[in-house]
T-cell receptor, first 118, second 117 residues
Framework: AQTVTQSQPEMSVQEAETVTLSCTYDTSESDYYLFWYKQPPSRQMILVIRQEAYKQQNATENRFSVNFQKAAKSFSLKISDSQLGDAAMYFCAYRSDAGGTSYGKLTFGQGTILTVHP | DGGITQSPKYLFRKEGQNVTLSCEQNLNHDAMYWYRQDPGQGLRLIYYSQIVNDFQKGDIAEGYSVSREKKESFPLTVTSAQKNPTAFYLC????????????????FGPGTRLTVL
C-alpha cells in the first residue's frame, strides 16, 4: 500500500518570503500522480498543483512550484512571494494510475499548517 | 454554476441512528468519492464509485454504506455500526478516463460536519 508522509506539522513564513513544504511517499508503482491541496479555515479542499510521475519537468502554477524527485520519492511544494491568503493546511496526496483496485484512490499525508506573518 | 454540493453543512445524530449525507455534482464527472477527515489528520477514503451502479470499498468502509443510482448523486449513509462517526466528511468527483491515460483531478465539495450527540 502507498503511504504519504508530511514531516512538518507546522510551518511559518513572513509575507513576501518563500517557504517550502516537504512530502515523501512510498510506492512500488511507476505510474502515478501527485497533488498538493490547500484547506483554508472554510475547510474546502482546493487543488494547488499536480504532477504526473512520467513527466520529468517540475510543475508550476504562478507562485507555486514543486520539486519532484522520483528516485528519492520526494515531492516538495515551494510557495514564492507568500501572501496572507496562503495561510491554510496543505496536504500532499498520491493517486495510483496502475489500474486494479487501487486505481483512482487518493492517499493523503497528515497535512502541514502554514502560517503567514504580515 | 458547475460544482459539487453537499448537504447538510452540519448534521447532528443521536447514537443508534442512521443518517444520510448528500453529495451531488453537475460536472458530468464519472467517478465520485467519500472521504473522512478527523481533527489534525489527513483524509481517508471511505467509498468510491467509478461508474453508475458500481462502487468499491475504500480504506475505512466499515459502518458506512453508499449507493450510485445516478451519475450525479453519491449519498453516504453512516450507520449505527460506525463506532466513532463524529468527523468532517468530504465528497469529491473526477472525470475517469481510465488508467494509462491522462487522468483528471478530484474536485471537492464543501463538506458536512457530523456530530454524534
Amino acid at each position: 500500500a502507498q503511504t504519504v508522509t508530511q514531516s512538518q506539522p507546522e510551518m511559518s513564513v513572513q509575507e513576501a518570503e518563500t517557504v517550502t513544504l516537504s512530502c515523501t511517499y512510498d510506492t512500488s508503482e511507476s505510474d502515478y500522480y501527485l497533488f498538493w491541496y490547500k484547506q483554508p479555515p472554510s475547510r474546502q479542499m482546493i487543488l494547488v498543483i499536480r504532477q504526473e510521475a512520467y513527466k520529468q519537468q517540475n510543475a508550476t502554477e504562478n507562485r507555486f512550484s514543486v520539486n519532484f524527485q522520483k528516485a528519492a520519492k520526494s515531492f516538495s511544494l515551494k510557495i514564492s512571494d507568500s501572501q496572507l491568503g496562503d495561510a491554510a493546511m496543505y496536504f500532499c496526496a498520491y493517486r495510483s494510475d496502475a489500474g486494479g483496485t487501487s486505481y483512482g484512490k487518493l492517499t493523503f499525508g497528515q497535512g502541514t499548517i502554514l502560517t503567514v506573518h504580515p | 454554476d458547475g460544482g459539487i454540493t453537499q448537504s447538510p453543512k452540519y448534521l447532528f445524530r443521536k447514537e443508534g441512528q442512521n443518517v444520510t449525507l448528500s453529495c451531488e455534482q453537475n460536472l458530468n464527472h464519472d467517478a465520485m468519492y467519500w472521504y473522512r477527515q478527523d481533527p489534525g489528520q489527513g483524509l481517508r477514503l471511505i467509498y468510491y464509485s467509478q461508474i453508475v451502479n458500481d462502487f468499491q470499498k475504500g480504506d475505512i468502509a466499515e459502518g458506512y454504506s453508499v449507493s450510485r443510482e445516478k451519475k450525479e448523486s453519491f449519498p453516504l449513509t453512516v450507520t449505527s455500526a460506525q463506532k466513532n462517526p463524529t468527523a468532517f466528511y468530504l465528497c469529491a468527483s473526477s472525470i475517469d478516463r481510465g488508467p494509462k491515460r491522462d487522468t483528471d483531478t478530484q474536485y471537492f465539495g464543501p463538506g458536512t460536519r457530523l456530530t454524534v450527540l
